[in-house]
């Protein structure tokens, strides 16, 4: 199947979730929902712009709030604290790095912020938080977006090392996506995993998923997921939000 690949977003505002104007908001959201996605009216493109390697998040965050007028999600903040308290245990994973790009074009907004991680002195994992905005020129509007964290195993030696994580890293996801208990979607990956007895090549296995839902009602899509490469190794843990409110 197909490998996942993600990107970006931000705001002026920083409140509990995301501001957005009432009456663009479907009123078919729930309470939840709605403090998840972000829309403001906008007349102008954003132009290009490439801002890579900047020196701390302050600074990107402070380009996407006041040059370019965008809001920044509680998302971004519970995700660097997930990465942080669940990735880097400080005794086998030390981060070797931390990383913010902002790619802005005309209609995108790009914000990425990377950690690299070393075990033992060799690459381990990395973890991408990305929030991607869109400027719709015909409604005058932009919105965040996606809503996303990446976590890749980079490690040319440790085959297990995503796989021993994956029950922890799906619970806390619970949490940052806002969707409750996920049993059911482990148990069934769980099973997939044992059945196939761990031969899952090039597959990517939905954890937990409401894309029909959000199809349907025109809400929130969210989503939690993972990746086996070629040789069957858990190589990528996927969770996203995206809006799917148009």
């Excluded at 809503?147 to 085959?159: F, G, K, M, P």
Aim: aromatic fraction near 10%; charge should be negative; charged fraction near 30%.
């Amino acid at each position: 199947m197909k490998k996942i690949v993600f990107f970006a977003l931000v705001s002026s505002f920083l409140m509990s979730g995301c501001t957005t104007n009432k009456n663009e908001t479907n009123a078919s959201l729930s309470t939840t929902e709605a403090a998840q996605i972000w829309h403001k009216k906008r007349e102008k493109p954003f132009g290009t712009y490439d801002y890579k390697d900047l020196e701390t998040d302050e600074e990107a965050i402070a380009l996407l709030e006041d040059k370019f007028q965008l809001a920044l999600p509680t998302f971004y903040k519970e995700a660097k604290q997930l990465v942080e308290k669940t990735l880097i245990d400080k005794e086998n994973q030390e981060q070797s790095g931390e990383r913010y790009d902002l790619f802005v074009n005309d209609v995108t907004v790009t914000f990425l912020t990377t950690y690299q991680c070393q075990q033992a002195g060799e690459p381990s994992f990395e973890a991408t938080i990305e929030l991607k905005y869109l400027f719709d020129s015909g409604k005058k509007r932009v919105q965040l977006d996606t809503q996303t964290l990446l976590i890749r195993n980079v490690s040319q030696t440790d085959s297990t090392l995503l796989l021993d994580k994956i029950p922890i890293f799906v619970e806390k996801s619970t949490d940052l996506l806002k969707i409750g208990d996920v049993t059911n979607g482990l148990e069934e990956y769980q099973q997939q995993y044992e059945t196939n007895k761990g031969n899952l090549p090039q597959q990517t296995v939905v954890v937990w998923e409401n894309a029909k839902e959000a199809a349907a009602k025109k809400s929130v899509l969210k989503s939690i997921q993972l990746y086996f490469d070629t040789e069957s190794v858990a190589r990528e843990f996927y969770c996203n939000i995206s809006d799917r409110t148009d």
